[in-house]
């Protein structure tokens, strides 16, 4: 049996330039510097990327999901590229290191983890997904027309390997819950729980033939481990593709529409999931609208071949037409619902304090 490769992709924001629009060069290069210094002793390769003013991870090892070491070199490079935001007195410097030190896992610390550990097959197209200014559960709807949908993927209906469909793992992130469900027999059960973003939220996708890793995603909310708003979530989603998966075209094809996602400015606000380049994934307009971007590899014995910008195709620009013409009509409602998120998902809101200023002032009806 050949031995597995793991794939894990840590995300933090670690300071943004300007404000929480983009990334300061700098941190990108400090962030390659202390993971090379780990290459071919614990990593097989890395690459470093951002997505707005998120520090993105890449890293190849043979350590397995969840590894001690793996997190705390992703941790101490988050630490360290701190140390230089707080140099350049860049905005919100650290602010997803929500603890003082590291216990032996990044989980429930404040970066974003997806991890999968596979064989390598003869040919192993990889996807990286990450969102800015948004949550987890933004995954949601393109995960479901990925591995769910025969009008976004044929496959589902031509392709032998994958026409038994996938098996989807839901977690119920207020609850600290799981449950798997298969689809497509259970495909409305699934819909009634993955149409609501805010609860529950797709972990981790396999095929039913076999059982094997086909998307992994991120699930960590900040606020939920904070207990009050500290920044979004953006979160990141690795994707699997070709031979026995959806092909690369059907997991791009659904962010050709600009799906409503909850985040923006403040994190308080619904608007359009833009699909853009590395080079565009700088949100100012009113921190936003909420971005995506793609980096694809080929994985060639543990080594990314890559990357290749996959949203930096002319394909897309209708949905970046349609997302900027969302964004105007959304925008115009100001304060007010649905461009404002309901009350009860407001993660950044002065509510608690009017509330208490006026509750003598209320009277029953």
């Given at each position: 049996?050949?031995?597995?490769?793991?794939?894990?992709?840590?995300?933090?924001?670690?300071?943004?330039?300007?404000?929480?629009?983009?990334?300061?060069?700098?941190?990108?290069?400090?962030?390659?510097?202390?993971?090379?210094?780990?290459?071919?002793?614990?990593?097989?390769?890395?690459?470093?990327?951002?997505?707005?003013?998120?520090?993105?991870?890449?890293?190849?090892?043979?350590?397995?999901?969840?590894?001690?070491?793996?997190?705390?070199?992703?941790?101490?490079?988050?630490?360290?590229?701190?140390?230089?935001?707080?140099?350049?007195?860049?905005?919100?410097?650290?602010?997803?290191?929500?603890?003082?030190?590291?216990?032996?896992?990044?989980?429930?610390?404040?970066?974003?983890?997806?991890?999968?550990?596979?064989?390598?097959?003869?040919?192993?197209?990889?996807?990286?997904?990450?969102?800015?200014?948004?949550?987890?559960?933004?995954?949601?709807?393109?995960?479901?027309?990925?591995?769910?949908?025969?009008?976004?993927?044929?496959?589902?209906?031509?392709?032998?390997?994958?026409?038994?469909?996938?098996?989807?793992?839901?977690?119920?992130?207020?609850?600290?819950?799981?449950?798997?469900?298969?689809?497509?027999?259970?495909?409305y059960d699934l819909l009634i729980l993955i149409g609501?973003?805010?609860?529950?939220?797709?972990?981790?996708?396999?095929?039913?033939?076999?059982?094997?890793?086909?998307?992994?995603?991120?699930?960590?909310?900040?606020?939920?481990?904070?207990?009050?708003?500290?920044?979004?979530?953006?979160?990141?989603?690795?994707?699997?593709?070709?031979?026995?998966?959806?092909?690369?075209?059907?997991?791009?094809?659904?962010?050709?529409?600009?799906?409503?996602?909850?985040?923006?400015?403040?994190?308080?606000?619904?608007?359009?999931?833009?699909?853009?380049?590395?080079?565009?994934?700088?949100?100012?307009?009113?921190?936003?609208?909420?971005?995506?971007?793609?980096?694809?590899?080929?994985?060639?014995?543990?080594?990314?071949?890559?990357?290749?910008?996959?949203?930096?195709?002319?394909?897309?620009?209708?949905?970046?037409?349609?997302?900027?013409?969302?964004?105007?009509?959304?925008?115009?409602?100001?304060?007010?619902?649905?461009?404002?998120?309901?009350?009860?998902?407001?993660?950044?809101?002065?509510?608690?304090?009017?509330?208490?200023?006026?509750?003598?002032?209320?009277?029953?009806?």
């Open positions: 049996m050949a031995e597995k490769i793991t794939v894990s992709h840590i995300k933090a924001d670690v300071g943004g330039y300007v404000g929480h629009s983009s990334m300061h060069p700098r941190l990108i290069l400090k962030a390659e510097e202390l993971l090379k210094s780990a290459k071919d002793t614990l990593l097989e390769d890395f690459h470093v990327s951002k997505c707005g003013d998120d520090l993105q991870l890449i890293m190849t090892h043979r350590k397995g999901v969840e590894n001690e070491e793996i997190h705390k070199l992703a941790w101490d490079t988050f630490v360290e590229c701190t140390e230089v935001a707080k140099s350049l007195k860049l905005y919100g410097a650290g602010q997803d290191l929500l603890v003082d030190t590291f216990s032996g896992n990044v989980k429930g610390m404040g970066p974003g983890v997806a991890e999968m550990e596979f064989e390598e097959r003869p040919s192993e197209p990889l996807l990286f997904f990450m969102a800015d200014k948004t949550s987890p559960g933004a995954w949601n709807m393109p995960l479901y027309k990925i591995f769910a949908d025969p009008f976004n993927t044929i496959g589902l209906v031509i392709d032998e390997k994958i026409h038994g469909g996938f098996r989807f793992e839901v977690h119920d992130v207020k609850e600290s819950k799981k449950i798997l469900i298969n689809c497509p027999e259970e495909v609501s973003v805010d609860r529950f939220v797709i972990k981790a996708i396999y095929r039913k033939s076999d059982g094997e890793i086909a998307s992994v995603s991120s699930t960590q909310k900040l606020a939920l481990i904070a207990g009050k708003y500290v920044g979004k979530d953006d979160p990141v989603m690795i994707s699997r593709s070709q031979s026995g998966f959806p092909a690369v075209g059907e997991v791009m094809e659904p962010f050709s529409f600009p799906h409503i996602v909850p985040g923006w400015m403040r994190g308080s606000h619904n608007g359009p999931l833009m699909p853009v380049s590395i080079k565009e994934a700088n949100p100012t307009r009113f921190d936003g609208p909420p971005r995506v971007v793609c980096l694809g590899f080929q994985l060639n014995n543990g080594k990314l071949v890559g990357p290749r910008d996959m949203f930096d195709d002319p394909s897309f620009d209708n949905a970046r037409k349609m997302a900027n013409d969302i964004a105007d009509i959304l925008r115009r409602h100001g304060p007010f619902e649905p461009h404002r998120l309901p009350l009860g998902e407001m993660e950044y809101t002065t509510l608690p304090a009017v509330m208490k200023k006026l509750e003598d002032r209320f009277e029953n009806i």
